[in-house]
């Protein structure tokens, strides 16, 4: 049971606790994910619930384990600002509920909720004699190398490897006991909590069971999966199989011989009585029902922590809003150029930007002649072209000799009809060298032609001048830059024009709101990435989002979520359960649900009705792997945002290009986290993660 407190309460009055298991639906106030998002008192909505696990009076019917697990990674949400200040006639809305059963006090949180939710100490055993209430070893019969034993008397019994255990390994598959909430908190929905524990929770059992779906079920793990202890990195993994009432408990990392297996109660959690929990688990400051499951009784807030402390989010809301409407967009729409500091982002392209090309050469017939013979060769080349285009329009088709040698500006060329008589006019005896035609695409019997052609006669009695090859830019300059350094190799037309496709990196930077809701999501992806992490799953996040536009957005707006969603290979065995698969499931089964978020509170790009993720912006913590990348695109998502690069893996820059393949039916941008590798966002471990091990 993770945050009792945690209660999310649809308009109908249900109540839901926080899921157990890797499913989250997720109490904006108290989430870190939004936390950032929301402005404080106010609360999330939770448009939709994914499939609903069976409550332990409604075991019939049950909905496929598949469907269940997709939906078990994600948190989906509504931002508060936007509801509350845009769609307060919307159909759902959520309050905070409230627990104050708490065995050993309650701690009060900042809103005055009682949050807390502290584990009873394990049983103590004869204190007098220091004997343990329960022998140092307990026989029991499983497969895996592992054995219960009690190594720390303040903690209690736990799971041990007696031989190495590989990751990934399962090692307890547990039947369930399902309490129903009656039963488990001893009073009905909707009665009065009066701050005493009842029931089941009063009992031992409040420190030995998992949260079992949302309709307040809370279930026992029978065998070795009550006596994991808990961890802030653990080396076990676990998920709940509602159609088979199991837990199964797998490595999520190699396990040393005698070292102990343990998993994650939820996100911060408080042991009564045992000074290792200080340690051990850390409280953390500001996020309770993460949802990822864990055993009961967790506590909820370290208000020591968070006392007085101001969200710096909320401090620069608070500065924006005391500008005036035309201060906030002067500030707003200041372009951040690419080179800037604040700018963290490169594009994600094979495509090359013309105006940063470098020189290409093709090879080409020409021959050196006065002036004054050039037009005789330009009607030889126009009658014997193979093709019906210039292959050679964005060269001048005359070169003076003298400028042959390359110079840093070379002197203005002849061209065909222009420049030629120019310089013919100017000294007709100037010899000057004439482009004839691409060795590829000559005629074959060149020299024969020539010698047959006006130009002979013109020359006459003089033999016709040798024909030799010469390496000329293969294309027009985009730049006077590269006019001029090209133009060493061959004089070459300056073409200002972008065209198509090829003209994608216009490097104009972006508004200065832009860049920080970029910034934020970015963040926000990659705080649940760590989190995933820190559960032992794979440390990878994917979020999906609205789209940026400067016409619709201000820095004031709350960044929109649609799903967020979890790598869960490892606790389901699923090598398909990558996190963007996991949150395009998520966005597919939100629909399903008629749960997508009101389309005025989208950019103008998301689609009208909605499909799939049309128009929508998607922040991965990793470069998706090539399936992802398809999927993504199949999604039709407008753009996508990675923080770290999945080399020998990823489909969007770094094995393949999926994004930007003409071949495709659908095309989207992609950029990549360019910010600082130490102390950024991108910091830190699992550089070289390969999404596909
Ligand atoms: C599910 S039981 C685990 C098995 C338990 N140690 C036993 O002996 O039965 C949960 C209880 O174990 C103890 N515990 C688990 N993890 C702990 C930790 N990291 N630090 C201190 N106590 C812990 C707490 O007393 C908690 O209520």
Known sequence: MIAVSNLLQLETGKTHLGLTGPTIITNDHNNSDNNTDSSPGEHPVVLAEPPSPPSAAAHAQLPSLAALALSDPVERWLPDAQLTSSSTNTAVETTPATNNNDATGAVPSKGGENLAYTYPPPPSGDETTGSLPYPPATPHLTRAPIEIATKDPAVGRGVFATAYIPAGEVVEISPVLVLDEKEYKGRSKGEQDDGT????????????????????????????????????????????????????????????????????????????????????????????????????????????????????????????????PQELAERDNEIIGPDEPEFHWKKVTELIDPEDAELTTMSCYAIDVPARHSSPVFQFVRKHASRKFNELAHLKRVRPIASRAPSPSPPPAADEDGDAERSHRSDPDQLQSVLLFPVASAPADLVALLAASPLASALAPAPVPVVYTVDVPAEAARTEKQAREWGAVWPVQVVHVREGAKAVKRKKGWERAKVEWVQRQAEKVWERAQEAGRRGEHPIACRVTDSWSADFHTSLHTPLKLVTAHDTRLSTGNVLSHAASNAIDAVAVLDLQGGRPPLHLFGPDAANPPYLLTGLTVFLSHEPCLLCAMSLLHSRIKQLYYIKRAPGAGGCGSLYSVHEDGGLNHRFEVWEWDGAQVGGIGAGQDDELRLDP
């Not at 089941?200 to 309709?215: C, H, M, N």
């Not at 079920?217 to 076990?236: D, E, K, R």
């Not at 029902?289 to 006392?307: K, P, Q, R, S, Y």
């Open 197 to 324: 524990l009842k029931g089941v929770e009063a009992s031992q059992l409040r420190g030995y069971v998992f949260t079992w779906g949302r309709d307040g079920s809370m279930a026992v793990a029978l065998g070795i999966g009550s006596l994991f202890n808990h961890s802030s990195s653990p080396n076990v993994t676990y998920s709940l199989d509602y159609s088979q009432y199991t837990i199964s408990y797998r490595t999520a990392k190699p396990v040393r011989q005698g070292e102990e297996l343990t998993i994650f109660y939820g996100h911060s959690v408080r042991f009564s009585g045992t000074d290792k929990s200080v340690e051990e688990a850390v409280v953390e400051n500001d996020a309770i029902d993460d949802g990822w499951g864990g055993l009961g009784g967790l506590h909820a807030v370290d208000e020591e922590a968070t006392e007085g402390a101001v969200d710096p989010d909320e401090k620069r809301l608070a500065h924006l809003r005391s500008l005036s």
